[in-house]
């Protein structure tokens, strides 16, 4: 298992290289998208710009402490349009052009390459700057110790939160197998990333039970912040390491459940 | 007038057989809503503040959920296959039918979005009669009718301006970047995201001046009873004037366009 982790994460690496080469290729393209993505950061710092301008403090939490919320919902689009936003939109496509087919035949993992092939490299750029820039503010400003203690949960929680992002964006795609067309599902996909654009608990208590258990959609960015703030209890804690763990086998079961449904559209 | 109907028709009958696509749009649209209601929530309790950005409460709850339901409402599409028409070869067909390009894609727009349009009104006369009956919101009959006024003038806006911008593809070859640029930007200049008041008055002027804000806004304010009458038919004057230059605009433009198209595609 080991081994063939490594094998994925090497096979990754030269993903990221070649779509990072391929899409140097098409200059103007990268300057454009540019343009759309600093578009969407306008959006989220609209919200940051709301709570400096209120002074407002949510759930006790300081405007500087929420900037390190907002800082870490950017960095992690980073990892959403950088891994899944374009693999989610040309998924249901190659099961109905029996693109699957070759992707069936080569020695790596179907899921793996079906969802992970493409690799949004350049666009990110700006919500890498913005989102560390964020962080580091929000983290200085509440007087957090930049330790390896600190710097270690924070990633920790971090690298969980993209595998939770991974399983919960990746499960309803396998909905493509049975429904064929899931355009429908992008707009949702979209509406339920931004939920993270605040601390999840300025919402009332059923949302934030849903949003952290049953969907755990606020663990995505939620828990590397509260983490580094103290701010998470030990079932919380625990529950942050094992949800993630769960719904990634929960996901490459449903997946080769899936799988079966499967018939090849390219005739 | 005839086919221009029966196109009106076909593009109604294709937005029916999608009506999941509408129900899950909706829907997604309710997650922004809640964001932003928990938001203002929060600082309104927190800042103790009867108005902020000259608003109460429950002005700016039924502002935006009624902005994000505008903002729906006034969905567009029609500019990916207007730009693959014009790089195709796809006018060629219009060089030699009598339809003309322009009343072809707005009889498309009409009949693919009435029903969007139409069954999102409805939901927006819910949650209008919800704020008048517990938010005390101030609308009156007049305020309904001179706002289905502008909301028409909104929806006629959002497509002179998506079919300006698809224009562009007469001259460039990717186009979706500047087309989901200008939507990004139309949204928040429009108001769609938070209003505009939000932004200052220095730069809430700046905005007037541009045609943005007559498509979410403007309607708004007409609705909510935030504005006078006055002002109401003034803005109505320069929305409609809005409308009247683009028109101006996309006949100098295709004209312009057309000596540079390529009949491609055999």
């Known amino acids: 298992m080991w081994r063939q982790f490594i094998k994925h994460l090497k096979i990754y690496g030269l993903l990221i290289k070649l779509n990072a080469i391929r899409q140097l290729e098409y200059r103007v393209n990268i300057v454009l998208g540019l343009l759309v993505e600093i578009g969407y950061l306008g959006i989220k710092l609209l919200y940051a710009y709301i709570i400096h301008d209120t002074g407002v403090h949510i759930s006790g939490f300081a405007p500087q402490s929420l900037y390190l919320f907002i800082g870490t919902f950017i960095l992690m689009t980073v990892f959403f349009v950088a891994m899944l936003q374009f693999n989610i939109m040309a998924f249901d496509r190659q099961i109905i052009e029996g693109e699957f087919d070759l992707i069936l035949t080569k020695p790596v993992s179907a899921q793996f390459l079906a969802t992970l092939k493409y690799v949004e490299t350049w666009m990110v750029i700006p919500n890498i700057i913005v989102g560390v820039s964020l962080v580091s503010y929000g983290w200085h400003a509440s007087d957090i110790a930049f330790d390896i203690v600190h710097v270690g949960l924070y990633v920790l929680y971090a690298l969980l939160g993209i595998v939770t992002m991974y399983c919960i964006f990746t499960l309803p795609l396998l909905l493509a197998f049975k429904l064929h067309h899931i355009s429908a599902f992008h707009s949702l996909v979209w509406a339920l990333w931004d939920f993270n654009n605040l601390p999840h608990r300025i919402f009332p208590s059923p949302i934030q039970i849903i949003g952290t258990v049953f969907l755990p959609i606020f663990l995505i960015t939620n828990f590397s912040p509260l983490a580094v703030m103290g701010q998470l209890s030990i079932g919380e804690m625990i529950w942050g390491g094992i949800a993630p763990i769960l719904l990634f086998f929960l996901t490459c079961w449903g997946w080769k459940k899936a799988i079966h449904s499967y018939e090849s559209g390219g005739g | ?266």
């Open chain 2, 1 to 266: 007038m005839n086919k221009y109907m029966w196109l009106l028709g076909m593009g109604l009958q294709k937005a029916l057989a999608y009506r999941v696509n509408y129900s899950v749009a909706i829907l997604a649209a309710v997650f922004p809503i809640i964001l932003q209601w928990v938001l203002w929530q929060s600082i309104y309790q927190y800042t103790k503040a009867d108005t902020l950005y000259g608003m109460s409460y429950s002005d700016m709850l039924s502002y935006v959920v009624l902005a994000a339901l505008m903002a729906q409402a006034l969905r567009t599409g029609f500019e990916y296959d207007m730009a693959e028409d014009i790089k195709s070869g796809g006018l060629n067909r219009f060089i030699v039918q009598p339809l003309s390009y322009f009343g072809y894609r707005l009889s498309v727009f009409v009949g693919t979005n009435l029903g969007y349009f139409v069954a999102t009104l409805m939901v927006m006369a819910l949650v209008l009669w919800v704020a008048i009956q517990y938010w005390v919101l101030p609308t009156q009959i007049i305020h309904i009718a001179l706002f289905v006024v502008s909301a028409a003038g909104a929806f006629l806006l959002q497509f002179m301006l998506f079919y300006l911008l698809s224009l562009t593809a007469f001259w460039l070859h990717e186009v979706w970047a500047l087309f989901e640029s200008v939507r990004v930007i139309s949204l928040v200049l429009s108001g769609g995201v938070v209003p505009l008041s939000v932004f200052g008055e220095s730069l809430q002027y700046g905005f007037s001046l541009l045609p943005f804000q007559y498509l979410i806004y403007f309607p708004l304010q007409t609705l909510t009873g935030a504005i006078s009458l006055e002002q109401i038919f003034s803005g109505l004057l320069v929305q409609w004037g809005w409308i009247a230059a683009m028109m101006l605009l996309i006949t100098v433009i295709w004209r312009r366009g057309s000596r540079s198209y390529l009949a491609l595609g055999g």
